[in-house]
Nanobody, 126 residues
Framework: VQLVESGGGPVQAGGSLNLSCIAY????????MAWFRQAPGKEREGVAA????????YYSDSVKGRFTISQDDDKNELYLQMDSLKPEDTAMYYC?????????????????????WGQGTQVTVS
C-alpha cells in the first residue's frame, strides 16, 4: 500500500487548505484512515480520523470545528478540509491507515496503531 499526500503549501492565518491522500495498492476495507501532523521539535499528533464504511469521525480538540475529514471509497481517497488556519497549525501533515478496529475514541490518535504512512505534505501558516 502506498499513500500519497498533496495539497499543502503556504497560507495566511485565517485561510483554508484542502489536503488529499490517495491510497494505491491492495486496500482492506473497511479501515481507519487518519491525518497526523508533526511540527519541528514536537511529537507527532493525531489530527482527525474516519472509519470508512461507517463514516464515523474523530478530531483532536485543537482542530475540532475548523477541520473536516472525509473520504471517497470509490477513489480510495482521504481529504482534510482545513479552515480558519492558525500559525500553530504549521506542520508536516501525514495520512495513515490502520485496521478498522483502531477507529475508536480511545485508539484513533495512537500513531503506533497505523501500519501505512505517506511521506507527508507541508502546511505553513503565517
Amino acid at each position: 500500500v502506498q499513500l500519497v499526500e498533496s495539497g499543502g503549501g503556504p497560507v495566511q492565518a485565517g485561510g483554508s487548505l484542502n489536503l488529499s491522500c490517495i491510497a494505491y495498492g491492495y486496500i482492506v476495507s473497511p479501515m481507519c484512515m487518519a491525518w497526523f501532523r508533526q511540527a519541528p521539535g514536537k511529537e507527532r499528533e493525531g489530527v482527525a480520523a474516519i472509519s470508512t464504511g461507517a463514516d464515523t469521525t474523530y478530531y483532536s480538540d485543537s482542530v475540532k470545528g475548523r477541520f473536516t475529514i472525509s473520504q471517497d471509497d470509490d477513489k480510495n481517497e482521504l481529504y482534510l478540509q482545513m479552515d480558519s488556519l492558525k500559525p500553530e497549525d504549521t506542520a508536516m501533515y501525514y495520512c495513515a491507515i490502520a485496521p478498522w478496529g483502531y477507529c475508536s475514541s480511545r485508539k484513533w490518535a495512537i500513531d503506533t496503531n497505523y501500519n501505512h504512512w505517506g511521506q507527508g505534505t507541508q502546511v505553513t501558516v503565517s
